[in-house]
């Protein structure tokens, strides 16, 4: 901002705009006129009043002057008188004083004091008390009489205080008397003025004097100055004058009474002045105002300049770095200018030639022309333009364009155009990149979401069958749990698993076992109504989620159809195959709806289904779920009593059948219950096998077994051999053998008691290579509960077990029925046949004894001769020789 003079530092303007300045000076011009001329009225009224007074004062000097000088007159002629009759009396002073006083005078009274003693006075009357008065000793008017005589002049002092009353001026005249040559002093003659007949009589009491009078005058004796009359006029500008009296002058002061007071012309002076000051500053105020507004439109059309030029300059700035063209038509001549910009995004010269509507139409794109001179057509009906067109350069390349313009009327009334041109390739390319982005983005999301479906359809389904998986199975049992199924709140499970499915798996490979479970897939869906749910939940296991609404029995005969249908063979690749299911069926009815049980439910029926044979169907019950519960508790227990070492081998003695010497014993397995006691396998076996620990037990008796022997035969005891129970997965068991080399097991001492129907219906390849090693390690092998199964001669070679036990079944008939004993004794042949020894088992009688002896068994054991019974037990009974006491 340019430095302003008259503006203050915050930029408002000052008080004193500078067109005022011509009427300041006026005004001070004018001012000081005034006073000039006010000051020169004063000062001629003040000289006026001056003279006047003069005048008037000169009158009174005069008289004064005259009164005193005629008093001293008077009183000189008696002085001289005097001086001439130094011896005179009062009579003469008195006669000599009356004729003084009959002149017109102010004379008061006459004293004659001869040798400085008052001894004369006129009059005497009112006067008398003054006669003896010394001077001498007088303080009053000793300096006074003092200095008349040794001066030899009058002394005029005064006015004083006069002891008979009133004021008085007093002149001492000394009186000298001529003596032998020289002048001899004869004394004093005081003559007492009066004061206020002085001052009456000199024009001062005049209550019409129109003047302030003072009058002072020096002390002879002092030389000090001393006011005898008037007000102090000190300081004021009075007019003065001089009394000549003697013995010095009195000096007369005066003033107009009050002072020189104001000049009377002076306020219409004034006034007048005022009003021409007036007359003459308002036209130059006016004036100063009009220049001052000239002046702030001159400012203010500056600062629009200014204004306009700095728009203009960020105009120019701003289409400079925008690359932006300006163009202007004339819409009624075509007359149309291009800046250089303009030219430049057009690729023309930029010679400043003349442009027309035919350059701008001739570089069009020509794809992009009929568009782009509808839209300036357009602009021109609408006053509003916008357009986006092609343009192509000389050269071949071309530019995108986007034009914008409107309208206006120039000042002149011309209606033109005005409008700007921006090259918008870049845009236009970013764009159609982006756009092919987006739709790259589009596609893949496209294909993402595709496998999106196709992954959340495989995590949901089992890519085998194409049936729902458990995740899919549980999905939707969770939703129904959440809303009761389909709002009947009656849902059932049918939980089917295949039976013999391993079997395929095994002997015709994995791709029969898939073509086995999709054929299984099928037979479900084929067998359930519209609205069942069927699902694969496991290797060969399915779900169908059904209504149960139509009751149990309807849930029966959809069971019953799916076991029926599943039992028919089906093919692959020419193989007949056969599989079975079961199933177990839970049913929930009731609003509230706990899927996870239902399914435990359906696991538990299955279970039961699977325990009752196969290929049938169980529903859950409230008995099923109680035996369920209590197995539970019992495996709970079996599996700790396991980790406690409750499982303890009995041994139940064998006998030869003629010396009834103890040939060897069975070991059987027994539970020490901690709460329940001594437990038989009927109360653990099935659990345990449930559990799969029988295997487990079945070591631990035998290494019990394999102790109890050493024990026994330390203790000098003699039992041959002990015989224990093998469980068929033990016979499954890969390391089973490796586990036996590790047991010092002698030959003969041991005997693996196998149930018939292990050995005999399984051809498995481990099993059979498990019995051969069994028996290279010196381990006898029996067959157990001979005569309940299915055991035939041919496996009985195959085989070649060292003993059979007859079954206690064949062995309770003997005694009653002859058929069971010729049955008996055809087996017992077959044995010897075969070099087979044949044990009896169950023997509860000596008569059954008897009999087996005679049909040809070689081993009894039964409850006839012993009760199994514990490792210790059993040595006090061997030792002891008990049996034979009782038989
Ligand atoms: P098993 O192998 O047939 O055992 C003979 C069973 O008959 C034993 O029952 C025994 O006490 C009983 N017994 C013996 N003589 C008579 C008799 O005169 N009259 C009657 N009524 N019964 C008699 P226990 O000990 O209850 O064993 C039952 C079954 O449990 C055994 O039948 C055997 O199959 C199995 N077992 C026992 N211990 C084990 C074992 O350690 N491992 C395996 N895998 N199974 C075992
Ligand atoms: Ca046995
Ligand atoms: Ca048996």
Request: with cysteine.
């Amino acid at each position: 901002m340019a430095f302003n003079l008259f503006a203050s530092k915050d930029g408002r303007r000052s008080w004193l705009r500078p067109t005022l300045i011509p009427a300041a000076i006026a005004l001070v011009v004018i001012v000081a006129a005034g006073f000039f001329a006010d000051r020169q009225n004063s000062i001629i009224s003040q000289e006026r009043s001056r003279s006047t007074v003069l005048d008037q004062v000169a009158v009174i000097r005069a008289k004064l002057e005259g009164n005193i000088n005629g008093n001293i007159q008077l009183v000189r002629g008696l002085v001289s008188t005097i001086s001439t009759e130094p011896d005179m009396d009062q009579t003469r002073f008195a006669a000599l004083a009356s004729n003084l006083f009959e002149e017109q005078s102010q004379l008061r009274s006459l004293a004659g004091a001869p040798n400085l003693v008052i001894k004369l006075m006129y009059p005497m009357e009112g006067n008398a008390q003054a006669i003896g008065l010394n001077y001498r000793t007088n303080d009053a008017q000793r300096a006074a009489a003092f200095l008349a005589r040794d001066s030899g002049k009058l002394v005029l002092a005064g006015p004083i205080d006069l002891l008979q009353g009133g004021r008085a001026f007093i002149g001492r005249f000394p009186v000298y008397v001529d003596g032998t040559g020289k002048k001899q002093f004869w004394g004093i003659v005081s003559a007492v003025v009066d004061v206020d007949r002085l001052y009456a009589d000199s024009g001062l009491l005049d209550p019409n004097l129109p003047l302030d009078i003072s009058i002072t005058a020096t002390d002879p004796a002092t030389h000090l100055k001393y006011r005898f009359f008037g007000p102090d006029l000190t300081g004021t500008d009075a007019v003065t004058a001089t009394v000549l009296v003697p013995s010095g002058g009195w000096e007369i002061a005066a003033q107009p009474k009050g002072g020189w007071g104001v000049t009377p012309n002076a306020w219409m002076l004034r006034l007048g002045m005022v009003v021409s000051a007036l007359l003459i500053l308002w036209p130059i105020v006016v004036t100063g105002r009009m220049v001052g507004e000239r002046q702030q439109h001159f400012r203010v059309l500056k600062d629009r300049e200014a204004e306009l030029e700095r728009l203009s300059r960020r105009l120019g700035l701003a289409l400079d770095s925008s690359q932006v063209g300006v163009w202007e038509t004339d819409i009624a001549t075509g007359a149309l200018v291009w800046d250089a910009r303009m030219n430049e995004l057009y690729g023309l010269p930029e010679d400043g030639g003349q442009r027309g509507y035919n350059h701008w139409r001739d570089t069009l794109h020509p794809d992009d022309l009929v568009q782009a001179e509808a839209d300036f057509a357009l602009a021109l009906r609408t006053g509003s333009y916008r357009s986006e067109f092609r343009v192509v350069h000389k050269d071949g390349s071309s530019r995108n364009i986007r034009a914008i313009g409107a309208v206006y009327v120039d000042t002149d009334g011309a209606p033109k155009i005005l409008g700007v041109n921006w090259d918008v390739t870049a845009d236009v390319a970013l764009n159609a990149d982006l756009k092919r982005a987006k739709e790259l983005t589009e596609a893949r999301n496209h294909e993402l979401e595709l496998a999106r479906v196709r992954i959340e359809h495989n995590a949901l389904h089992d890519s085998l069958t194409e049936l729902p998986n458990r995740r899919y199975l549980d999905d939707v049992l969770r939703g129904h749990a959440a809303t009761g199924y389909r709002g009947s709140g009656s849902i059932a499970l049918l939980h089917i698993d295949l039976d013999r499915f391993k079997q395929i798996n095994d002997t015709l490979g994995h791709a029969a076992g898939d073509a086995m479970l999709i054929h299984a897939a099928q037979v479900l869906q084929h067998n359930c109504r519209p609205g069942d749910f069927v699902a694969r939940i496991g290797g060969d296991e399915f779900v169908v989620m059904s209504s149960a609404n139509d009751g149990d029995s309807e849930l029966a005969a959809l069971a019953d159809r799916i076991v029926q249908q599943m039992r028919q063979p089906a093919t692959y690749e020419g193989h007949q195959c056969r599989f079975g299911v079961s199933i177990g069926i839970a049913v929930e009815r009731g609003a509230a709806l706990d899927v996870k049980r239902l399914l435990i439910n359906a696991d538990i029926a299955l279970y039961r289904a699977k325990g009752r044979g196969r290929n049938r169907f169980e529903f859950f019950s409230a008995a099923l779920q109680a035996e369920v519960v209590k197995t539970k508790r019992v495996a709970d227990e079996i599996l700790s009593g396991l980790e406690r070492n409750e499982f303890i081998a009995f041994y139940q003695p064998q006998f030869d059948a003629h010396t009834l010497d103890i040939v060897g014993v069975e070991a059987l397995a027994r539970w020490q219950h901690p709460t329940l006691g001594l437990k038989s396998p009927d109360a653990f076996l099935a659990i345990a096998e449930e559990l799969n620990v029988v295997a487990t037990i079945d070591r631990l008796i035998l290494e019990q077994s394999l102790a109890d022997l050493d024990r026994w035969a330390a203790a000098g005891i003699d039992v041959p051999r002990a015989s224990v129970n093998v469980s068929l997965r033990r016979l499954h068991d890969e390391d089973l053998i490796r586990g036996l080399r590790q047991l010092d097991i002698q030959p003969g001492r041991i005997s693996f008691e196998l149930v018939e129907s292990i050995y005999l219906d399984e051809n498995d390849a481990i099993v059979g290579w498990n019995i051969d090693q069994i028996k290279d390690l010196g381990i006898d092998i029996e067959i157990d509960d001979f005569g309940t199964g299915y055991a035939s001669i041919v496996s009985l070679q195959k085989l070649r077990p060292k003993r059979l036990k007859i079954d206690k079944q064949l062995v309770d008939p003997i005694v009653e029925e002859p058929g069971q004993r010729r049955l008996l004794a055809s087996i017992v042949d077959i044995g010897k046949s075969m070099g087979i020894e044949v044990v009896a088992e169950g023997v509860e009688t000596m008569v059954q004894a008897r009999l087996l002896r005679e049909l040809g068994c070689d081993i009894l054991q039964g409850y006839a001769f012993a009760r199994p019974m514990s490792a210790s037990d059993l040595a006090g009974f061997i030792t002891e020789q008990r049996w034979r006491k009782a038989s």
